[in-house]
């Protein structure tokens, strides 16, 4: 199957009520087909890993190839400079994502990523590293103190984009560390008073929207993280 022939398999799984939604997200309708995620993994299940393949998906300009792209990569096998060359077309949050969770999170050297683009100027470098960090928490089981402690200091060092789609990264990262037990939920929250004392909107948006989750955090049988007190295993 070569990628033309790819092609036009998502062309005919194509949806125009969910092409519809990604162009919402600002993808340009000319470089959208609407396929649904679900049905990506599935195709890239037929397709198999290629890292040829995957790269004839990603320059093909549809946005949906990229994201089949991300799943059908030889991860292990592509260089620290493949993925920050990939990384440089990006241009939805969705996708930036994908890529942090479906590709980087699968090498060992995903802290390597968070490190370099936490002070980029490019808005989805930087967003990808708060994603890293959230992520990072949720699936490093071993994850220690001092490495969660670094992963607070950059994020307080780097509160300096206002752009939204970093914004919302970075309450991510941020609730997801306070999720991880009750000491780093008062660290957290303790972070975020003091970024309700800012005059900087930034960061009193942020803060805001981690305190109203994590001020309501319980602990819930058979689960290592907390979680909110209104999820049904978070009901007495």
């Known amino acids: 199957m070569t990628s033309q022939d790819i092609i036009e398999k998502l062309k005919q799984e194509s949806s125009e009520k969910y092409k519809a939604n990604v162009i919402k997200m600002g993808i340009p309708e000319e ?6 995620t679900s049905q990506l993994r599935t195709i890239a299940k037929n ?39 990939l990384m440089n077309d990006v241009i939805s949050w969705d996708l930036c994502n994908f890529i942090c969770k479906q590709m980087i999170m699968k090498r060992k050297d995903y802290d390597d990523f968070i490190k370099q683009w936490i ?15 959230g992520s990072a928490v949720i699936k490093n089981k071993t994850i220690t103190h001092d490495t969660l402690d670094q992963y607070l200091y950059l994020i307080q060092t780097h509160l300096d984009c206002d752009h939204e789609h970093v914004k919302k990264a970075v309450s991510y990262a941020l609730r ?12 957290v929250l303790l972070m975020v008073d003091e970024m309700l004392q800012t005059q900087n909107k930034t960061q009193v ?32």
């Open 119 to 133: 002070d980029s100027n490019h808005v989805y470098k930087k967003r990808a590293a708060f994603v890293l960090i």
């Open 31 to 36: 470089n959208s087909i609407g396929v649904p």
């Open 47 to 85: 397709i198999g890993k290629s890292n040829e393949i995957a790269y004839e998906l990603w320059n093909s300009g549809y946005h949906d190839a990229k994201l089949l792209a991300v799943l059908v990569f030889e991860v292990k096998k592509l260089s620290f400079q493949d993925i920050n060359q």
């Open 176 to 187: 997801e560390i306070g999720k991880k037990d009750f000491e780093y939920n008062e660290k």
């Open 205 to 236: 948006w942020i803060a805001r929207d981690v305190k109203k989750e994590l001020e309501n955090v319980v602990e819930a049988k058979g689960r290592e993280r907390l979680i909110s007190r209104q999820s049904k295993m978070g009901e007495s």
